[in-house]
């Protein structure tokens, strides 16, 4: 540990929604014979915002990604929310029991953290996240509570034997 003062951390310079660029930072690759335009997702690539997991279904059907990039980025380019509430909620995507994408999880944190938000903002959307997890037990323990309620009744009934 240092004994020198802690500082504070620079602050963010002009906060943008970084998950998706509303502008190519460098020109879209031009239809390919056969290759339909992708303009969103050449963006994403020429920004080293691609995610490679998307690459094999890109490869299988290059119009169905760009779709899915315009539905996944659609509420992000609208402005509606600021760009750390959009980090906070990409956050708790990535860290639901359901997903639990870790390196979603640590760039949207990087993200989050580089607009501003505190330890505290991000550990809030993790504990809210983890609730998800409580249907685990609300479905599990009614269940074992049956189980062992049927092997009780089972086992009280005397068994008869063949005369």
């Known amino acids: 540990m240092s ?9 963010p310079t002009a906060p943008t929604a970084p998950t998706a660029p509303t502008a190519p930072t460098a020109p879209t690759a031009p239809a390919v014979a ?4 992708t303009p969103l997702c050449d963006r994403l690539r020429a920004a080293g915002q691609w995610n490679p997991h998307w690459e094999p279904f890109y490869r299988l059907d290059p119009q169905w990604t760009e779709r899915f990039i315009a539905m996944a980025t659609g509420p992000l380019l609208a402005g509606v929310l600021d760009a750390k509430t ?13 997903h639990l ?9 990087g993200l989050a953290l ?3 938000a505190t330890r505290e903002e991000i550990a809030a959307v993790l504990q809210l996240t983890s609730v998800l997890g409580i249907h685990t037990m609300s479905l599990g ?23």
């Open 3 to 11: 004994d020198a003062a802690p500082t504070a951390p620079a602050a």
């Open 34 to 37: 056969g290759r339909p335009a």
């Open 86 to 98: 959009v980090e906070f909620i990409a956050i708790a995507v990535d860290a639901s029991c359901t």
């Open 101 to 109: 994408y870790a390196p979603g999880v640590r760039r949207h944190i």
């Open 114 to 116: 580089d607009l501003g």
């Open 141 to 163: 323990a009614p269940i074992l509570h049956e189980e062992l309620a049927a092997r009780e009744s089972r086992a009280a009934v005397p068994l008869t034997t063949a005369r």
